[in-house]
């Protein structure tokens, strides 16, 4: 009996030493970070698996690892399940195209041109920030001087390497260039706060953007295609959204921190209207040039290769851009029978 007793307290003892090294189990998975929240992340591996764990205080996270597109080692205790706490976070590989941070400035217009536009801001002070075809004017009558502005911009006003990404004729100009005392890198001590003013003034969390298509557009949120998920963007009263929005259409999506699943953004703006997908396509035109001259019905053109081009509006034409002296892309298909360019949009 008392050697029955023996081998059974070897038995208990030798399973208890194999339950404790079985907690004591790590395993490792390792895929691209496609979502991170506070108290979770998921990743996707190379084989389209996504793995979602929940972190802490007591979770090792590389300081590093915080852009969607990160390729990330994601290691754990025991078996994976869904949720599973993550012990350690490591960085394997940067992304290669993170979120831009975007800063904003308020003012009034010095001089503008295809090229460039200058603004004197509530500081006194005139900055000059490039325009590019990617820049999106929003305006019913282009940009002229005096005009009050809103700009959001990537790169460096001291540098003088600053590239507006959009401009805005502001309605309340005046109320939000004296409440915005300059470029978001130079503010003054605790400027007073301007209802509906925004992005972020700096000194508080930078404001970044991603595009891609629309999936879908309700009341209250927004539906993102960007870099093959889908995230559901939150709209409330503090979000602004520039645009008539469809699904199909092209956006921009201006947020907070690390885009994710949920979140609220700051501002929408409608980028490019969806185009039909059938053969028609093949037969899209586009035209640049500069407004000489505009009506209700047509606008006169001064092309790149140094034409002129009448190019009509119709009831269908979508009107994105206008004003003597703007740069604009025309798109068509059909002419008239006097060889006059049918616009489809103007932007």
Do not use: W
Not at 170 to 179: M, T
């Amino acid at each position: 009996m008392k050697k029955t007793g023996m081998i059974l307290a070897l038995c208990a003892l030798a399973l208890a030493l194999s339950l404790g090294a079985c907690k004591e189990k790590t395993l490792a998975k390792s895929g691209v970070l496609t979502k991170l929240e506070k108290f979770s992340l998921s990743i996707t591996a190379s084989d389209g698996t996504v793995y979602r764990y929940s972190i802490d205080g007591e979770t090792k996270l590389d300081s590093k690892a915080e852009a969607l597109g990160d390729t990330l080692e994601v290691i754990s205790k025991g078996e994976y399940e869904e949720g599973v706490h993550a012990e350690e976070v490591k960085l394997l590989k940067a992304a290669e195209h993170p979120p831009v941070a975007v800063e904003v400035i308020y003012g009034e217009v010095a001089d503008a041109s295809n090229s460039s536009l200058s603004i004197t801001a509530g500081d006194g002070k005139t900055y000059t920030i490039l325009k590019n075809d990617e820049t999106v004017v929003h305006s019913g009558h282009g940009i002229t001087i005096g005009d009050h502005v809103e700009v959001l911009y990537t790169g460096s006003l001291s540098e003088e390497n600053a590239v507006a990404q959009s401009i805005m004729i502001s309605s309340e100009g005046e109320s939000q260039a004296a409440a915005a005392p300059g470029p978001a890198a130079t503010p003054e001590p605790d400027p007073a706060p301007s209802a509906g003013t925004e992005p972020a003034p700096a000194g508080q969390e930078a404001i970044r953007y991603v595009d891609g298509p629309c999936v879908d557009d309700t009341m209250n949120s927004i539906l993102l295609d960007y870099e093959g998920f889908t995230y559901s963007i939150l709209k409330d009263d503090s979000t602004v959204v520039v645009g008539d929005i469809a699904a199909g259409d092209t956006i921009r999506v201006f947020h907070k921190g690390n885009l994710s699943d949920g979140m609220t953004a700051t501002k929408i703006l409608l980028v490019a209207k969806a185009q039909d997908k059938g053969e028609e396509d093949f037969d899209l035109k586009k035209i640049y040039g500069t407004i000489l001259d505009e009506t209700k019905s047509s606008l006169l053109l001064s092309t790149d290769d140094g034409r002129e081009v009448q190019i009509i509006k119709t009831d269908g034409t979508e009107v994105l851009a206008s004003g003597l002296g703007v740069y604009v892309e025309v798109s068509y298909r059909d002419e008239t029978p006097d060889g006059y360019p049918m616009a489809l949009t103007i932007r």
